[in-house]
């Protein structure tokens, strides 16, 4: 199994029932403007995007109980916009 490092999302695209995640490394920081290279890509079926929403929810929501990660207001405020 091939272990892909990426910094974040690029693009998220929708066609035919596959979600497609374009993955990117930020490989420098001028004047506030990130300069990014893709990785690689991740495409998945809805019903799988779906698991792996909730899958990352627990991990996030355990991290957040072991005091690994702190949830501020800003979250909270994306967290809801998401789910309402």
């Known amino acids: 199994m091939q272990t892909i490092y990426a ?7 929708l066609i035919d029932g596959v979600i497609r995640l374009d993955l990117v490394n ?5 004047n ?4 990014i290279r893709p990785v690689g890509a ?14 990352l929810t627990q991990a996030i929501n355990k991290m957040v109980e072991d005091g ?4 501020n207001d800003a979250q909270h405020s994306v967290t809801d916009g998401i789910h309402s």
């Open 26 to 30: 930020i490989t420098q920081i001028e």
């Open 68 to 71: 690994i990660l702190k949830k």
């Open 7 to 13: 910094d974040g999302v690029a693009n998220i695209t």
């Open 42 to 55: 991740l495409a998945l079926s809805l019903p799988a995007l779906l698991r792996t929403h909730e899958q």
């Open 32 to 35: 506030e403007k990130a300069n």
